[in-house]
């Protein structure tokens, strides 16, 4: 007879997690990086065949900084659509980690809320996968070592504009103390990884080694917890058992 049992959810939910990510995510992002290096290539062409021809110096020199702006303004791009890849990386893993502990509630409802309001949303579901399910995720802590980082640096693109350095609120400004005492830096310092520029003007960047390391890690993530849900499920199936 059917049981509900028979259906890995769980192994199903990984499979959309990944095709998510590799072709929503990245496939999008490398489309775009594409798109973005083809149309930066015919400018930079159509200034460099302008500036073969030039002959008054003022000219050659606004095509000079024309070129250069093209490479920037590229660079300023593909820096945002990659910040913006590991922004789309941490929403879609918050929804599978919430969509299998959803699919849990046929062995295992949830009957509370778990963690507390002051802690991320990241937090509040291994506290539920803790409680809930028993997982434990000290013994296996290198499997969510980046959370925090992803986290992090998610909120300091969305929340302030990917900007790494912002200003200090007036009261806590200290002009003795130059760049340090007007910005606050905590971001540069912890994540210099994540970090293009320096003080003033300096961009969170996503280097796309560092995206492809967060997407490895989360997917083995949802692959763990996946197989862990499962087993859990089967055991509950066999003591339902008569």
Avoid at 81 to 102: E, F, P, Q, W, Y
Avoid at 197 to 224: C, F, H, P, R
Wanted: charged share 30%; with cysteine; aromatic share 10%.
């Amino acid at each position: 007879m059917f049981s509900v049992f028979d259906i890995d959810v769980y192994r199903d939910e990984l499979e959309q997690f990944q095709w998510d990510v590799h072709i929503l995510i990245k496939g999008t992002l490398y489309a775009s990086i594409q798109y973005l290096d083809k149309r930066a290539k015919e400018e930079l062409s159509a200034i460099q065949s302008s500036l073969d021809k030039a002959t008054d110096d003022e000219y050659q020199q606004y095509l000079v900084d024309e070129h250069v702006g093209v490479l920037e303004t590229n660079d300023g791009q593909e820096r945002f659509l990659r910040n913006m890849a590991l922004v789309a990386l941490a929403s879609r893993l918050t929804h599978s980690l919430r969509k299998m502990a959803r699919s849990a509630e046929n062995f295992c409802p949830r009957k509370k809320r778990y963690g507390t309001k002051n802690m991320s949303e990241f937090a509040r579901l291994f506290a539920e996968y803790t409680e809930r399910f028993g997982i434990d995720f000290q013994s296996e802590a290198a499997r969510i070592a980046f959370i925090e980082p992803m986290r992090e640096v998610r909120n300091q693109i969305v929340h302030d504009g990917s900007e790494a350095n912002t200003l200090k609120p007036f009261d806590e400004i200290d002009m003795n103390q130059g760049d340090s005492g007007l910005l606050d830096m905590w971001f540069s310092q912890k994540y210099p990884e994540y970090v293009h520029g320096m003080t003033y003007g300096a961009e969170v960047s996503v280097s796309q080694e560092l995206l492809d390391k967060n997407i490895k890690a989360a997917i083995g993530l949802v692959e763990w917890l996946s197989q862990e849900l499962r087993k859990k499920e089967l055991t509950a199936a066999k003591q339902q058992i008569p």
